[in-house]
């Protein structure tokens, strides 16, 4: 029951994959918001799976199968590849050649060891090009704001600075998940409208404010040595019966 368990969040892991490249299907035929919408689900896949894989500690139970490769090689392409991809061919960017801003630091941020910290958070600015890439094609920006946004995120990738890792960060966790549940949530009614409300956009665009502003904040107080930590574990999972009571079956059984 254990492996069958570890198999089931490794399938999960990689239907992300495949919901990817049915993504970068819908994009290449011109379909961009159902490709946006299949992206949003992909994060929401890679926010859960980890969660679920410490659960029933895939690692012990099938330690020939590395869920963290699996995940790295899809993330760069759900959060990387694809929507550099589609920045370059909707014309989002002043010239298609811009793409290989993003596309050079997305190669340096997973060329690092430490790209994900100890202590549980991404060190430079954590790649989320499908972010950027989602509200360009909202917003439509003029050609010199559209160079910033692809340059200035690429800058912070190479500045060691931490981000909030929100599947695994110990700290600000009671605000973060509320928050981005609701961001998801209105990301994907927002995709289903064929114009959706500017007004609309622009609330949205408190989680990535609130992300950047409290990534920073956690930064400074980790480098003056004064970060307060929030125990994350048991009472956490108190709230989660439903999905606690299973894996702990799985886990007596011998």
């Given at each position: ?109 997973y ?15 954590p ?8 509200y360009?094609f ?29 599947s ?81 079956r ?5």
């Amino acid at each position: 029951m254990r492996k069958a368990a570890a198999w089931a969040v490794h399938l999960y892991t990689g239907l992300g994959g495949l919901i990817g490249v049915m993504a970068l299907l819908l994009a290449a035929s011109g379909d961009v918001r159902g490709a946006f919408g299949l992206l949003v689900v992909t994060m929401i896949i890679d926010g859960t799976d980890g969660i679920l894989a410490r659960r029933v500690k895939v690692w012990e139970v099938l330690p020939r199968f590395d869920g963290a490769s699996l995940d790295n090689a899809i993330d760069l392409l759900t959060y990387g590849y694809i929507p550099i991809f589609i920045m370059a061919n909707e014309r989002l960017l002043p010239h298609p050649f811009w793409a290989l801003v993003p596309a050079a630091a997305l190669l340096y941020a997973y060329g690092q060891v430490d790209m994900k910290t100890p202590d549980s958070f991404f060190l430079g600015f954590p790649s989320y090009w499908n972010i950027v890439a989602l509200y360009m094609f909202w917003l439509e920006p003029a050609a010199p704001v559209a160079a910033a946004m692809v340059v200035v995120p690429a800058i912070l990738t190479f500045i060691p600075t931490r981000y909030l890792y929100p599947s695994k960060n110990q700290i600000l966790w009671r605000v973060t998940w509320p928050l981005v549940a609701v961001w998801l949530t209105l990301l994907l009614v927002m995709l289903g409208q064929p114009q959706p409300n500017p007004t609309l956009v622009l609330f949205s665009l408190y989680f990535p404010i609130y992300y950047v502003a409290a990534s920073f904040w956690v930064d400074y107080r980790a480098r003056r040595g004064t970060l307060p930590r929030e125990p994350r574990e048991p009472g956490r999972w108190r709230r989660f019966r439903i999905l606690r009571r299973p894996f702990r079956r799985v886990r007596r059984r011998p």
